[in-house]
T-cell receptor
Framework: QQQVKQSPQSLIVQKGGISIINCAYE??????FPWYQQFPGKGPALLIA?????SEKKEGRFTISFNKSAKQFSLHIMDSQPGDSATYFC????????????FGKGTSLLVTP | GAVVSQHPSWVICKSGTSVKIECRSL??????MFWYRQFPKQSLMLMAT?????????EQGVEKDKFLINHASLTLSTLTVTSAHPEDSSFYIC??????????????FGEGSRLTVL
């Protein structure tokens, strides 16, 4: 049972454009929502994370928007670069499960020159 | 930042043999470690949660006798795939949560170990 639903499955964006990836969850007990970036053959690396008491968080070109009432959150990558081409996973966790991460299915992002 | 090291990064073995994968937290103590499995072009699926000094908690559908997990110290957890078969070929990734990490939820991931069973 997928606890976090992610879309789109794949995304192609031109260099300089904005990449937007969306996620939705059902379990209101989740209280930590990270985004991970993964390159082929590598482990995932934390990009940015947010808690439900905040509606937006920005770190450099990466922004998380969080809508608690809609149980949705999204990742925006501004000024997308070819080096951003990777697979992105949203995830959710809660303290009750020791913060074991429930991952979305991933979005394969390709940024064209 | 916190570093989690996995070894080996890749391993090829014959069907029926056992393979051990190590996960070490290099610069912090990890009360809890998680083991994930990832098939090509798919998401990470949680296999088990490993707490130092106690038995691992396995997710539904994961055979505890096949995937042996040991978390003997605050910096080391091991995953042993016993009697490996070709269907066990996958990318195994561990992650660790720092001791005293409070409720930050932040997990640090290893680089993964690619297992190929012939």
């Amino acid at each position: 049972q997928q606890q976090v639903k992610q879309s789109p499955q794949s995304l192609i964006v031109q260099k300089g454009g904005i990449s937007i990836i969306n996620c939705a969850y059902e379990n209101t007990a989740f209280d930590y929502f990270p985004w991970y970036q993964q390159f082929p053959g590598k482990g995932p690396a934390l990009l940015i994370a947010i808690r439900p008491d905040v509606s937006e968080k920005k770190e450099g070109r990466f922004t998380i928007s969080f809508n608690k009432s809609a149980k949705q959150f999204s990742l925006h990558i501004m000024d997308s670069q070819p080096g951003d081409s990777a697979t992105y996973f949203c995830a959710a966790s809660m303290i009750n499960s020791g913060y074991a991460l429930n991952f979305g299915k991933g979005t394969s992002l390709l940024v064209t020159p | 930042g916190a570093v989690v090291s996995q070894h080996p990064s890749w391993v090829i073995c014959k069907s029926g043999t056992s393979v051990k994968i190590e996960c070490r937290s290099l610069d912090f103590q990890a009360t809890t470690m998680f083991w994930y499995r990832q098939f090509p072009k798919q998401s990470l699926m949680l296999m088990a949660t490993s707490n130092e000094g106690s038995k691992a908690t396995y997710e539904q559908g994961v055979e505890k006798d096949k995937f042996l997990i040991n978390h003997a110290s605050l910096t080391l957890s091991t995953l042993t795939v016993t009697s490996a078969h070709p269907e066990d070929s996958s990318f195994y990734i561990c992650s660790a949560r720092a001791q005293g990490g409070g409720n930050t939820g932040e997990l640090f991931f290893g680089e993964g170990s690619r297992l190929t069973v012939l």
